[in-house]
């Protein structure tokens, strides 16, 4: 999923006339001072992080006034949060919370429901998880017949929310679901939903994740890597990415585990289904090595893909080795496969004196991938071995063997252990 900036989800519940908190979004702590001094009361400096806890982190500091708003901002711009770094702040009014709700729609894809689910709580500002199951109301909406506002009174009419604030905590939770709808949400929150002192609802902070499929729909987000992940997307990453935003014939999944390898132990991986890419990172890790990165190319994608996808993960400077791990008996057509890695070796491995490869693929057509695959490499000079389906359950005997042909690279190349 695609997350959204706190910021940019309110943008959007604004438009479905759900209240916000006054305030916009400073890049520096200038710009932070000037908008606490246009809103003219407390405020709240909020790092725009994709990440959770944020008020325990550190993540959000209170200001009564410009001057405070500056120091405040100097503080967290630059600064690192969970691994994120805070590029941006939000400055919004400091609300004064009488109690808090929380909003949230999410999709069930179980058979027995497959569509959006709307929940409501009076117990706010916690994960609603942990909310005990009597505070908590829901509805699975039939997409066809819709979501209307007399179900969100209903959601709250269920918790004995007072008359008085029906109207527009409804109108919060129906802003929520045309939100959800309009911009192809797999979840959206408002949490807390907060009720004022004064008598007013509002979102004081929320979440979103937009469907991968969707992004193009929304460019308006800027979004480079339609993923939500807990890092921030890397160059590789974002390369990885236009390959598959620009062909989606089966999958080319790739994320780089490690932005600056250092030291030796490295492996560049090329799985094939997650499941059983999954088996052959545990049994890489067991003989001491790591990934760089992880690669899923699945779905039948076609030799160009691969190709590609092989391109990117040996791009990644440091790394000992490369393995295909088709850890699953595919029927898609692996010679697509064979293809596209054959073309990636022999422009690769000619630069790479010794640098070895595994490669594992079993599944349809495998016996004629495997021959493209032995008859594409013969004449290179690097160290390639290349097993069939017979050792597609042999995970540790394969990583001993990556192991083994890495330790011989490191001994050729001269390179000490340590």
Wanted: with cysteine.
């Amino acid at each position: 999923m695609a997350r959204l900036y706190e910021f940019q989800g309110k943008e959007i519940l604004k438009e479905a006339k759900v209240p916000i908190p006054k305030g916009e979004v400073a890049k520096d702590a200038e710009e932070a001072a000037r908008i606490a001094g246009t809103i003219g009361r407390p405020v709240a400096v909020k790092s725009q992080v994709w990440a959770g806890g944020r008020g325990k982190a550190g993540g959000i500091k209170f200001a009564e006034g410009p001057d405070e708003a500056r120091l405040a901002a100097q503080s967290l711009l630059g600064s690192e949060l969970k691994g994120w770094k805070v590029e941006r702040v939000l400055v919004e009014e400091k609300l004064a919370i009488e109690k808090e709700y929380y909003v949230g729609i999410i999709i069930d894809p179980s058979k027995d429901a497959r569509c959006p689910v709307v929940m409501f709580s009076t117990e706010g500002g916690m994960d609603i998880e942990a909310v005990p199951p009597e505070k908590i109301a829901q509805t699975k909406v039939d997409v066809l017949r819709g979501f209307h506002l007399y179900d969100a009174y209903n959601l709250a009419v269920q918790l004995s929310v007072p008359t008085k604030f029906l109207p527009a905590i409804g109108q919060a939770i129906m802003g929520l679901y045309q939100t959800f709808r309009n911009y192809h949400c797999r979840i959206a929150e408002i949490n807390p939903l907060v009720l004022t002192r004064d008598g007013k609802i509002i979102a004081a902070d929320c979440r979103m994740a937009i469907d991968d499929s969707s992004v193009f729909r929304h460019p308006q987000f800027g979004i480079e890597v339609a993923r939500e992940a807990p890092t921030p997307p890397t160059e590789l990453d974002k390369i990885a990415w236009r390959i598959e935003e620009g062909d989606l014939r089966g999958t080319a999944y790739i994320a780089q585990m490690v932005a600056d390898i250092k030291g030796p132990g490295y492996v560049g991986y090329h799985g094939l289904g997650g499941g059983g890419a999954i088996l052959g990172v545990d049994a890489i890790t067991r003989q001491g090595l790591k990934i760089a990165d992880y690669a899923d190319t699945s779905g039948n994608p076609p030799a160009s893909k691969v190709y590609r996808a092989a391109k990117v993960i040996f791009s990644q400077p440091g790394i000992e080795a490369y393995f295909l791990g088709g850890f699953m008996y595919a029927n898609q057509e692996q010679w697509h496969h064979a293809h596209g890695v054959v073309k990636a070796l022999r422009e690769e491995l000619p630069k790479r004196p010794d640098f070895p490869c595994l490669l594992l693929l079993c599944g349809n057509k495998e016996d004629e991938s495997l021959e493209i695959l032995r008859e594409g490499t013969k004449d290179l000079v690097s160290p390639i071995e290349i097993y069939g389906g017979d050792k597609v359950y042999e995970t540790e005997f394969l990583a001993g063997r990556l192991k083994a042909m890495i330790m011989d690279y490191r001994k050729k190349r001269g390179i000490k252990e340590g």
